[in-house]
């Protein structure tokens, strides 16, 4: 069995203000314990990977600089993607037909919604990303990418509310909250406790009947994005296929999802 992993740094058990997901060289001082529990949440879905029969696991650095695994703690069956090319797959860069499923580790809730103190997606620029008026997380666009080259999404695991906005999209999806958010706050479970329940999530998650189980995915797409700042929204309404739809917002329209994905490249 071959298995891509996506992995964020936002939605770890232990992250709560952004200063401790910092990738620049210059502030890993205060980042390192954090991206250290990144690592050990991934190895964490690697070892239940293992244990329901992966033999091949990819995984995708997705967090800021994309250099956040350390590459010793992974086991032999895996394989890390570090940085980025531009790939408009982007967090799910490297997926394609050959996998089994995909599993997401630390992912966060999206842009304009309360369940993390650093809610976003892609970017902390915008107040809300919608797709087809909905609030669309990372994780979302990044598993319909997935299904696009027919690998289903199996495992999620991030903030509580991210779990709750998405459990609708994915069939065989199983999930792991391992903190919640409000305002500010977080309340987050044991990091040991974190790992023992991806392990067992991922295990459960691989030995289950999900080959062809894959969502539906829209024919039509409606992409919205709200700036925070009106010259962004100016700015980036001259991207083909965009118009400003208010002073702060731009909008496009396409049937095709690697268009959507291409715009996120750039608007964002």
Same mark, same amino acid.
């Given at each position: 069995?071959?298995?891509?992993?996506?992995?964020?740094?936002?939605? =770890?058990?232990?992250?709560?203000?952004?200063?401790?997901?910092?990738?620049?060289?210059?502030?890993?001082?205060?980042?390192?314990?954090?991206?250290?529990?990144?690592?050990?949440?991934? =190895?964490?879905?690697?070892?239940?990977?293992?244990?329901?029969?992966?033999?091949?696991?990819?995984?995708?650095?997705?967090?800021?600089?994309?250099?956040?695994?350390?590459?010793?703690?992974?086991?032999?069956?895996?394989?890390?993607?570090?940085?980025?090319?531009?790939? &408009?797959?982007?967090?799910?860069?490297?997926?394609?037909?050959?996998?089994?499923?995909?599993?997401?580790?630390?992912?966060?809730?999206?842009?304009?919604?309360?369940?993390?103190?650093?809610?976003?997606?892609?970017?902390?620029?915008?107040?809300?990303?919608? *797709?087809?008026?909905?609030?669309?997380?990372?994780?979302?666009?990044?598993?319909?990418?997935?299904? *696009?080259?027919?690998? &289903?999404? =199996?495992?999620?695991?991030?903030?509580?509310?991210?779990?709750?906005?998405?459990?609708? *999209?994915? &069939?065989?999806?199983?999930?792991?909250?391992?903190?919640?958010?409000?305002?500010?706050?977080?309340?987050?479970?044991?990091?040991?406790?974190?790992?023992?329940?991806?392990?067992?999530?991922?295990?459960?998650?691989?030995?289950?009947?999900?080959?062809?189980?894959?969502?539906?995915?829209?024919?039509?797409?409606?992409?919205?994005?709200?700036?925070?700042?009106?010259?962004?929204?100016?700015?980036?309404?001259?991207? &083909?296929?965009?118009?400003?739809?208010?002073?702060?917002?731009?909008?496009?329209?396409?049937?095709?999802?690697?268009?959507? *994905?291409?715009?996120?490249?750039?608007?964002?």
């Amino acid at each position: 069995m071959k298995v891509f992993i996506s992995c964020d740094i936002e939605g =770890v058990t232990t992250t709560t203000r952004w200063e401790q997901t910092y990738t620049s060289p210059e502030k890993l001082s205060w980042s390192a314990p954090f991206q250290a529990q990144m690592t050990r949440e991934v =190895v964490a879905a690697c070892n239940g990977a293992i244990r329901a029969g992966a033999t091949e696991i990819f995984i995708k650095d997705a967090h800021g600089a994309a250099i956040n695994i350390d590459p010793h703690a992974l086991p032999e069956c895996a394989k890390l993607c570090r940085n980025w090319s531009g790939h &408009p797959y982007g967090m799910v860069e490297g997926v394609d037909n050959t996998f089994d499923a995909a599993m997401f580790v630390g992912y966060h809730s999206a842009a304009g919604r309360e369940g993390s103190p650093m809610s976003h997606t892609r970017t902390t620029s915008t107040t809300a990303v919608k *797709l087809n008026g909905k609030k669309f997380s990372e994780f979302e666009f990044y598993s319909l990418a997935c299904a *696009l080259e027919g690998v &289903p999404s =199996v495992l999620l695991t991030g903030d509580q509310m991210l779990i709750d906005d998405t459990a609708y *999209l994915h &069939p065989c999806l199983k999930s792991v909250a391992v903190k919640e958010g409000w305002g500010g706050r977080t309340i987050s479970i044991a990091p040991s406790l974190a790992e023992k329940r991806i392990e067992e999530a991922a295990f459960e998650a691989l030995s289950q009947d999900f080959k062809g189980k894959l969502p539906e995915i829209p024919k039509h797409f409606v992409l919205e994005i709200t700036y925070k700042d009106h010259v962004m929204a100016t700015k980036m309404s001259y991207f &083909p296929g965009f118009k400003k739809c208010d002073d702060n917002s731009i909008v496009m329209e396409t049937d095709d999802l690697v268009e959507v *994905l291409r715009a996120l490249r750039f608007v964002l």
